[in-house]
Every structure is written in C-alpha cells, then in structure tokens.
C-alpha cells in the first residue's frame, strides 16, 4: 500500500472551498451543486 502524506494537503484547498460554499449557501436557501457563483448584491454571475 502506498503511503501518500502528501495528499491530505492537496485535497484540503478543495474541501475547505467547498465548505464555504456550503457555509454561504444553506442558510440563504440556494443550490448548492448547480447554481453558478454571482454578485450578492446583482445577482449577475460571475465569469
């Protein structure tokens, strides 16, 4: 079995990220997987 150390600290960005999504998201009622990142405020997506 092949030992990876290495890889906790490449998935952590990725988690962390998706995590704050969730944190944003949840409490606001809006999707969590589909939905395109946009403006709080103008609701225009972001490129």
Request: charged share 10%.
């Amino acid at each position: 079995m092949l030992c990876a150390p290495w890889l906790p600290l490449l998935l952590a960005p990725f988690v962390g990220s998706f995590l704050g999504v969730l944190a944003w998201r949840l409490p606001r009622g809006e999707p969590v997987v589909l939905a395109r990142s946009a403006c709080p405020c103008c609701r225009t997506a972001l490129t």
